[in-house]
């Protein structure tokens, strides 16, 4: 086989579905209790059992009666009505007394004994509930292919439907293959992946209204995908395989179908998603999702969802969209469309978008993304500053209530962002990881209200101060002092090189992996070499470079590396050892105008809190007697 058969657009693949297997006349159902009916959709229109109100009643306290009783009363000529004989006191509510037909306000109604005076005339049915005035027996409630809110099922009981059909759920059978999948929660060994796509999968599916199963995970073997498809399509509405969809020795999955005569396409014009296939077995419709995660996803949602809701009679919701200004430059490949996930900033006026990481398999992005900018195939991606349009997974208020940090990473702020939101929820604190430099030009270009940095100056041997001057000369900002930290060469447990100093990293024998450019880890590193006359082009992995501490730490702890330079907490956390270099200010630098702003005054004030400096303080390595405190100027 090719690759693929030929690439094409969601569209035409959602078309060639629709038209091979029309699932909107999908006709299995079933009757429910109309108390247990929320989230579903209605098979055939409801109809009233019964009129709402079912009877003529007072919508008002006060005296029912005959309207025509009160003609002509006024102050100089007040009517008179014996009370029980041509007048009936009446809570709102009740039926009205036969023989009746208005009700009077008690307001209006002066009593003396057994007799009421009026002194204004009535007019029929006023202040009366008439019998069907809202619903009327035998009128069509809710058509076919409704779903069900709360509302609609308080109006059915109302009107005596105590029983309502609706769609049966759609069953989707999910069969996760690849040698390598593994039960999430026992012991992996390198190699061995966590088979967690039928929960991201299934939750989905779950969350539209379908039922879900798992056949699997498979071993990568054709027979064994055959009667897997055998099984799942004796039951199933849609057929969902994992992985095996691309081009590799072991990707057997398109093959299967195209043997059976049920490929309908291979290839999809989008990124990350490119090898989703479609085509049937025994005649149930079968998707083919990629393995990795944000692939799968994004084919999910693509092809599966609109699917399976036009099963249930529904049509997808499109997300909000919102115009933003691009913080960073986005290249992309010509000739697909590209799925970018973004953090979202509000500066009161435009909304910022941050790239996050674009692997397919990076499933912390979809957490963290709050908008997707989609990339046309006719472009070769967007610069820096560019007006672009995001849909928002989000809520609007959800972004302008989210404070933004850029710049260097440590964990502790991840400690100080959980402390806000159990303390206060309307605010969150969100990051984004640049580096001290990135943080920096982030804060002076307006991209962010505040920057994280830890940059020594050689010249002066100062931090942070002289690179805030230089980059972001004309802003008026501050610098507020979060901990002391300390620095150093993390190595693998026991130390088995033996190292002792940056002069050992330039050992044959040692494997480093760096920092990112920028990063203020790096410029200590670089200024301790240059201090001790050696040349960074002898250390054998200088140019291997990672983001983040824990990413650093996580390399040397799978073996990619001897060392690497990193905090001691994120050595702690990975049970790494650790040589000290350095203890280091880690800075916060805030735009003086960010002050103003009641959630960035909540933030800086959680910082005086004396139970969140001890969490920290227990990472190891930390020093926050001066949290909070205002360095600069």
């Known amino acids: 086989m090719k690759p693929y058969l030929r690439t094409i657009s969601p569209e035409e693949a959602l078309r060639i579905l629709f038209e091979a297997f029309r699932p909107w006349i999908f006709a299995r159902e079933e009757l429910l209790e109309t108390t247990e009916a929320l989230g579903r959709v209605t098979a055939q229109a409801v109809f009233a059992q019964r009129s709402v109100p079912h009877y003529n009643g007072a919508a008002m306290d006060g005296v029912a009666l005959r309207a025509q009783k009160t003609y002509g009363a006024s102050e100089a000529n007040p009517i008179r009505l014996k009370l029980g004989q041509?007048?009936?006191?009446?809570d709102t509510g009740d039926p009205l007394p036969e023989g009746t037909d208005a009700v009077v306000p008690t307001e209006e109604v002066h009593q003396e004994g057994e007799w009421i005076e009026l002194i204004r005339a009535a007019y029929p049915w006023q202040h009366v509930r008439i019998a069907g005035e809202d619903i009327v027996k035998g009128e069509m409630l809710l058509?076919?292919?409704?779903r069900l809110r709360p509302e609609d099922l308080a109006l059915l009981v109302a009107a005596g439907v105590r029983t309502v059909r609706v769609k049966a759920r759609p069953r989707v059978i999910f069969i996760p293959t690849g040698d390598e999948l593994r039960d999430p929660f026992g012991e992996l060994l390198p190699?061995?992946?966590?088979?967690?796509?039928?929960v991201l999968i299934g939750s989905s599916v779950r969350a539209l209204g379908g039922d879900f199963k798992r056949?699997?995970?498979?071993?990568d073997n054709p027979s064994r995908l055959k009667?897997?498809?055998?099984?799942?399509s004796g039951e199933a509405d849609l057929i969902l395989i994992n992985a095996g969809s691309s081009a590799g020795r072991e990707d057997y999955a398109p093959k299967v179908l195209q043997e059976g005569g049920g490929l309908l396409f291979h290839g999809l014009s989008v990124m990350p998603g490119r090898p989703t296939f479609g085509g049937a077995y025994r005649g149930k419709p079968v998707l083919g999702l990629p393995g990795y995660p944000l692939s799968a996803l994004l084919a999910f949602r693509l092809l599966a969802e609109p699917f399976l809701l036009a099963m249930m009679g529904q049509l997808p919701s499109p997300p909000p969209s919102a115009k933003a200004i691009l913080a960073e430059d986005?290249?992309?490949?010509?000739?697909?469309?590209?799925?970018?996930r973004v953090r979202l900033f509000s500066d009161g006026h435009n909304l910022i978008a941050h790239p996050l990481p674009r692997g397919a398999a990076v499933l912390s992005s979809v957490v963290r993304a709050e908008g997707i900018l989609k990339i046309p195939p006719q472009v070769e991606g967007f610069p820096e500053g560019k007006q672009i349009e995001v849909k928002l997974l989000v809520r609007p208020e959800s972004v302008r209530r989210t404070l933004l940090i850029v710049g260097s990473h440590d964990i502790a702020l991840d400690l100080i962002a959980d402390r806000l939101r159990r303390i206060y929820p309307p605010v969150m604190l969100a990051t984004k990881t640049a580096g001290s430099l990135g943080g920096l030009r982030a804060l002076a270009r307006g991209f962010c209200q505040m920057a994280t940095c830890h940059l020594l100056d050689p010249e002066s041997g100062t931090y942070n101060i002289p690179y805030v001057v230089k980059?972001?000369?004309?802003?008026d900002v501050v610098i507020i002092r979060l901990f002391w930290r300390q620095q150093g060469i993390m190595v693998q447990k026991g130390n088995p090189k033996a190292i002792k100093g940056v002069e050992d990293l330039l050992r044959p024998e040692v494997t480093f992996v760096n920092r990112q450019r920028g990063g203020g880890t790096r410029v200590l590193l670089d200024h301790l070499l240059k201090q001790r006359g050696l040349d960074p082009g002898g250390i054998i992995g200088y140019n291997d470079e990672l983001t983040t501490h824990m990413a650093v730490a996580m390399a040397i702890k799978g073996g990619r590396a001897d060392a690497g330079m990193g905090?001691?907490?994120?050595?702690?956390?990975l049970d790494l050892d650790f040589v000290p270099v350095a203890e280091e200010p880690y800075d916060l630098v805030v735009d003086r105008k960010a002050l103003e702003d009641p959630m960035v005054r909540t933030f800086l004030e959680l910082l005086r809190d004396t139970d969140l400096r001890g969490e920290i303080e227990s990472l190891g390595g930390y020093n926050t007697a001066e949290m909070g405190k205002v360095i600069w100027p």
């Not at 190699?191 to 039928?198: L, Q, R």
């Not at 905090?567 to 956390?573: F, Q």
Request: net charge negative.
């Open 86 to 90: 041509d007048a009936f006191w009446v």
């Open 143 to 146: 058509p076919s292919n409704h």
């Open 191 to 198: 190699g061995e992946i966590p088979e967690f796509n039928s």
């Open 215 to 219: 056949i699997g995970p498979l071993e």
């Open 227 to 232: 009667r897997a498809l055998e099984e799942a």
């Open 330 to 340: 986005v290249p992309s490949r010509l000739g697909l469309w590209e799925f970018v």
């Open 471 to 475: 980059y972001l000369r004309g802003r």
């Open 567 to 573: 905090i001691l907490a994120a050595a702690k956390a």
